[in-house]
């Protein structure tokens, strides 16, 4: 208690944090709370009237850029519908059911393991189920409760969200025979339609990596939060895929970072999101957010 007092008075970014889950700044404009918690979380003041970082600019998409299909495709469920329409049938996990609330959930009928979350968030409310006679029913529901109760919105005023008809899915466990933990996200950044950035993460991982690539699978010296891998990668098999399906499914955006495994050998689409981190990525590198800032073009 005493050390969650003291980081509330001189953390600010820990204050920031309690203060949005108590919805102390739900009645600020969207514009008003950004800039605030811009600064909080990044250290220096937000310019929407000149963004230059790749911080900033994401701030000023998600105040100017909202276009009614952007809520399809960050919704988690009504997404499979568009990158069906954009590329054909199997190119996202197989889902095994949708409902709106967990009492309707029929777990004698769901497999062995399983992967229940809800549609309009992330994170919170999400359920990664190994073993399905070890579950705590009760817990589970609870959960995925606390899940659809949440305002993703809210938190980091991102648009798309805002909108979202909130459901919970369950989609079908994916294991990897090749990996050790976890799967490899291939994440692809697009700007202005164009993937120009590839990172391939381990943040599920025991020790979280994440490194960085161009569109030819040079390794480039950008550092997030997560250190780089001291591995050597292979370029991957379907990198070239990858990126063709990225630049069809981010055809008239500003930026779209599309997500992808690839696993049997098949490509799934594992989501698309409009703001990296929320637009609060802390780089070790500052010039490598002004770099990335200048290849967004908001201009038109």
Known sequence: MKNKINKFFFDEKARMGYLTELGFYNKLSDQKYLKKKFKALMGYELDLDNPKTFNEKLQWLKLHDRKKIYTKMADKYAMRDFVAEKLGNGYTIPLLGVWDKPEDIDFDKLPTEFVLKCNHNSGKGMIICHDKNKLNINKVRDELNEGLNENYYLKNREWPYKHIPRKIICEQFMRDDSEENCLTDYKFYCFNGEPKLMYLSHDNAENPTTDFFDMSFNRLDIRMKDPNSDKIYS?????????????????????????????DGIVYVGEMTFYHNAGYTEFANFEDDKTLGSWINIEN
């Open 235 to 263: 370029k991957p098999e379907a990198f070239e895929e990858m990126k063709r399906i990225a630049k069809i499914l981010a055809n008239g955006t500003k930026f779209l970072r599309v997500d992808f495994y690839y696993i």
